[in-house]
């Protein structure tokens, strides 16, 4: 007989997921604040290619450890109430990742591609509302 999936151990996967993206999130904000108080005041032709790049690297950790996330999602075993939401908060993570890698895309070679950071920033709040959906949906789920 196959043994069903422990919900506890589920949500406490997703839990560490969700807290590990905010965690990163904050750490690379201040980096994202600079290109977009940049692009907001029209000063982009300002930063340095050396801003640009420290940017960069800081952006691609980030990517990084989501993409590492992606990978850890595919292997949760949801319990069978929960197969649905799991697999939309597995494309919704996916999709954020992919709007992040966007975004490191638009800041490499030390220049900034101001419209595909653009387009980015507006996929991963997208991408962001989704995935909290999907951890309410979870939340609810526990209640019942």
Do not use: W
């Amino acid at each position: 007989m196959k043994k069903q999936a422990n919900l506890g151990v589920f949500m406490n996967k997703i839990n560490g997921i969700v807290g590990q993206t905010e965690e990163v999130g904050t750490s690379m904000h201040p980096s994202f604040e600079i290109i977009r108080k940049a692009i907001d005041e029209g000063v982009v032709s300002e930063l340095s290619s050396e801003t640009i790049k420290e940017v960069y690297e800081v952006f691609s950790k980030g990517v990084t450890t989501y993409q590492e996330n992606v990978e850890q999602i595919k292997t949760l075993k949801a319990p069978v109430k929960l197969m649905g939401i799991q697999k939309k908060f597995e494309s919704s993570y996916k999709k954020y990742t992919q709007a992040c890698a966007d975004m490191l895309a638009s800041v490499a070679d030390g220049k900034v591609d101001v419209e595909a950071f653009n387009t980015s920033e507006k996929a991963q709040e997208v991408a962001t509302d989704e995935i909290s959906k999907c951890v309410s949906r979870f939340a609810m789920a526990l209640m019942r």
